[in-house]
């Protein structure tokens, strides 16, 4: 009897440590492990982002996965200071340029989780030609001199597999950074850039594809070939 209580005894401080250390994300998304960690889906009204003044979408998956940094704000590593970093960019899109919203697809703080920006098969605002063919990916804070902490890298690399895995990012996507899409950027940063030309699927030739303006409610566009 000694022997069975001590083994339930340690099988309960197992189960109470797991339960303990596990991070719960929101519902709108599963929680993903990394190397480092968890990470946590971040919705839109967690962060308390505006109301999107038009929505459009496109068929997915999204052939194309386009890197960037903000370069200001800075990079942010509590979850207070990531909410408010996050609206800091969505007041500067919407006030300043005047765009419909947030112009990225998601965003990864430095507080390790990823948060929510347009989300998923919605046309961005983030690299012209490809807006309503990919999924914009911003890592929050100015990476020209230093690269994102590892556990934002590890962040990133499995949340794109958990967008392949959920059919929102084709298996057989390309990997630009923004300065490769769009004239006149350092986006996303020179350190940052030399080393997602590491990551899966970066392509070094970018045959630029324009598609006709998406109207709401439409699924396919028609593609032109254009040259830069």
């Known amino acids: 009897m000694n022997t069975s209580n001590t083994l339930l005894k340690l099988l ?3 189960s109470c440590k797991s339960l303990f250390n596990r991070h719960f994300g929101s519902s709108a998304a599963p929680m993903q492990t990394t190397d480092d960690g968890h990470w946590k889906f971040i919705a839109r009204h967690e962060w308390s982002a505006r109301p999107p003044m038009e929505r459009k979408r496109f068929a997915r998956p999204a052939p194309f996965l386009i890197i960037h940094h903000s370069y200001e704000p800075g990079i942010a590593l509590t979850a207070d200071d990531c909410r408010a970093a996050m609206q800091q960019i969505q007041d500067f899109h919407m006030n300043d340029r005047h765009w419909a919203d947030i112009g990225y697809s ?4 430095g507080d390790g989780n990823v948060y929510e920006g347009r989300g998923y098969e919605m046309v961005g605002a983030h690299a012209p030609l490809y807006n309503n063919r990919s999924i914009g990916l911003l890592l929050i804070g100015d990476f020209t001199a230093q690269l994102p902490p590892a556990p934002m890298m590890a962040v990133a690399q499995d949340f794109i597999n958990y967008s392949i895995e959920g059919g929102h990012l084709h298996e057989d996507y390309i990997l630009y950074g923004h300065r490769q899409v769009r004239y006149g950027t350092d986006c996303p940063g020179d350190v940052l850039f030399s080393e997602i030309q590491n990551w899966p699927h970066w392509q070094s030739d970018v045959g630029v594809v324009a598609y006709l303006p998406v ?3 439409a699924t396919v ?3 032109l070939t254009v040259k830069p």
């Open 106 to 109: 998601f965003a990864i703080c």
């Open 215 to 217: 109207q709401a409610g």
């Open 12 to 14: 309960l401080a197992l």
């Open 221 to 223: 566009d028609v593609p």
